[in-house]
C-alpha cells in the first residue's frame, strides 16, 4: 500500500511543475500594458482595452476595447494570449525574462510575440524560425524555474 501511494505522489510532482505560471503582469495582474490582445490581430498594432470588458487566463487578466474583442478571446484565448507569458520572446530564446515595450510587438506564424524594443524585434526577424524555436525550447525550463 505504501509503494502505491508513494508512486501517486511521484506522478504528481510533474503535473504540479506543469501548473506553474510565469506571466508578465502589472501590480494588479493586468497583461500587456493593459492593451487589448486581440487589436494586435484585427487592427495591427496595440489599442488600449477597457476594464469593463476584461477576462482572465492562465493568471493574468486582459483588457478588451470592446464586448467583440473580449467575446473572440473568450472564444480561443490561446489564439490571442501573447506567447511566453507576454516577456520578450528573444529574452526567452536566450534564457532570460525581460520586459518588453509594448510598440515592439510582432506575428510571427500567428503567434503573438512581444519584444524588449524594436531593434530586438529586428534581430529576432532576422531568423524567425529559429528565434521561436530556442524561445519554445527555453520556456518550459524558465516557467519551470521562475513560476509560481
Not at 494588479?28 to 487589436?39: N, R
Not at 482595452?49 to 487578466?61: I, L, M, Q, T, V
Not at 501573447?82 to 510598440?103: K, S
Request: glycine share 10%; hydrophobic share 40%.
Amino acid at each position: 500500500m505504501f509503494g502505491i501511494v508513494m508512486a501517486g505522489f511521484a506522478l504528481l510532482s510533474p503535473l504540479q511543475a506543469a501548473d506553474k505560471l510565469l506571466v508578465n503582469v502589472d501590480k494588479d495582474g493586468v497583461a500587456l500594458q493593459a492593451h487589448d490582445p486581440v487589436a494586435f490581430f484585427t487592427t495591427k498594432g496595440p489599442v488600449k482595452g477597457k476594464p469593463e470588458f476584461s477576462s482572465e487566463y492562465k493568471g493574468a487578466r486582459y483588457f478588451f476595447r470592446n464586448a467583440q474583442n473580449k467575446a473572440a478571446f473568450d472564444k480561443e484565448p490561446a489564439k490571442y494570449e501573447p506567447q511566453f507569458g507576454g516577456f520578450c520572446a528573444y529574452g526567452v530564446g536566450r534564457g532570460a525574462v525581460v520586459p518588453i515595450r509594448i510598440e515592439a510587438w510582432q506575428i510571427v506564424d500567428g503567434r503573438l510575440l512581444m519584444q524588449k524594443d524594436t531593434s530586438i524585434r529586428d534581430s529576432f526577424s532576422e531568423d524567425p524560425k529559429g528565434n521561436l524555436e530556442k524561445a519554445d525550447a527555453r520556456w518550459p525550463k524558465l516557467v519551470e524555474k521562475k513560476g509560481k
